[in-house]
């Protein structure tokens, strides 16, 4: 009980924190990236084939799902999940054509859809199945609703992005203290490490995007880096609900939601 007191404790500070700062608009700044090198007539070309990987990630898994996947009750999730991860390549991919506010809502899309399935999984394979089951769709209601707010409030001249940045960040506030607390079901928690590494190490590229690029030369921005190490990242994700060789006669336990 005392866990599940921790994990409550937390998204009501995350919220209360959230409403405590007030509405928080969207940088243009943003939209000013190192690299915007047009190459066979593709604007800011790396930035938009860095994405391709996230293609090919989400494929290999969506192959692998009828015949790997640990539980068929994760089924449902990991669909949406590994569909997620495809679309952020084209929603990322359109992005990065044309960098504004407009397009920016269909780079933003694709990732909450994976960030809300992602954490349906989290909490079926640690917390408790039941719930991690009944979370889902709401979860990728509320996602589309962050983005759907944070664009209605940049239209009316005062962007507010504390929704999308709850959709974000509340995941990867919880799931550390899940993977201390609460014991997976079946997944790996090397995987699932790993996993959160290589989202950090994207989160910090994405941050020194331009130095970055002048360090190495201005031939890879921060920014394309962030792309392809998100794209490991969401390949441990995704293979973390896997059965590898050795599982295939593995039998799920009995446990009680």
Known sequence: MYRHMILAGLTLLAVGSMLYIGPVSQDLEYHNFADQLTLWAIPNFFNVA?????????????????????????????????????LTAFGSGWYHLFPSNNTLVW????????????FSLIIRDYVSGKWGQKILIPALLFGGFSILYWYLTEQ????????????QFLPMLLIPFIFVL????????????????????????????AAIYNALGQNLSGHSLKHLLAAVGSFYILKMFLMSSKDSHYEPPARQD
């Open 50 to 86: 860095s994405n391709i990987p996230f293609i090919f990630i989400g494929l290999w898994a969506y192959k692998r799902y009828p015949t790997k996947l640990a539980y068929q009750s994760y089924k449902r999730p990991y669909l949406v999940l590994s569909v997620g991860v495809i």
């Open 107 to 118: 780079d933003r899309l694709p990732m909450t859809i994976a960030f809300m399935s992602f």
């Open 156 to 167: 009316m001249g005062a962007g507010d992005l504390r929704p999308y940045g709850l959709v």
């Open 182 to 209: 609460y014991k997976p079901r079946y997944s790996s928690r090397f995987d699932l490490f790993l996993g959160l590494l290589f989202y950090l190490a994207a989160k910090g590229t994405e941050y020194f995007d």
